[in-house]
């Protein structure tokens, strides 16, 4: 019995805690981000699950000349590839069998992204952009899989209106480039 008082008291506690939390949590306008993804909508296949957005390529294009194009178009707009993993050759290599490509490409406009961090260095937690380029096989279909990052504005509500408009440039940037990629090659 006393175990089950305990207990009745504990899960109460927590859900006081977590209703505050919640409470003091303001409301960050995402309307913007959600007109965005409807651009895709006449794109079949196209998925998307709250900031992560899922795009098929046409299947006529390989994933080489997917990752040649998304890089033309990003050093057009000023999005920069600071960084690139290859989880699908490391994890082929490590299983000593072919694997689906897996390839990691860190996007970051250099100038927005420090008017971010200054004013709130722990943002840099979703930093950089990341765009997933993979195989559903090995020279399979490519898909491109990516995140807009004012989603994130949610969890830094007192970010300055700057900052988020940086973000917020990135992430339509980086939108219309993946857009017009597929538009371009249906």
């Known amino acids: 019995m006393r175990f089950w008082i305990v207990m009745t008291a504990l899960c109460v506690g927590l859900m006081s805690a977590w209703s505050s939390a919640r409470a003091e949590t303001p409301i960050v306008d995402i309307t913007r981000d959600l007109e965005s993804v409807k651009q895709f909508d006449a794109i079949e296949g196209v998925t998307h699950h709250g900031p992560v957005l899922k795009v098929p390529m046409p299947a006529s294009m390989k994933l080489e ?99 988020k408009a940086a973000a917020g440039e990135i992430g339509d940037k980086l939108f219309n480039i993946i857009h017009e990629l597929v538009v371009s090659n249906m």
């Open 65 to 163: 000349d997917v990752i040649f194009e998304l890089e033309s178009a990003l050093a057009e707009e000023n999005l920069n590839i600071v960084g690139r993993n290859e989880i699908g050759k490391a994890i082929g290599k490590r299983n000593g069998e072919p694997f689906p490509a897996f390839t990691i490409l860190h996007i970051c406009n250099l100038t927005a992204g420090e008017k971010i961090i200054r004013n709130e260095p722990a943002f840099g937690a979703f930093l950089p952009c990341k765009v997933v380029l993979y195989e559903e096989s090995p020279g399979g279909r490519v898909w491109i899989v990516t995140y807009k990052p004012t989603f994130a504005m949610i969890y830094f509500p007192d970010m300055p209106e700057e900052a």
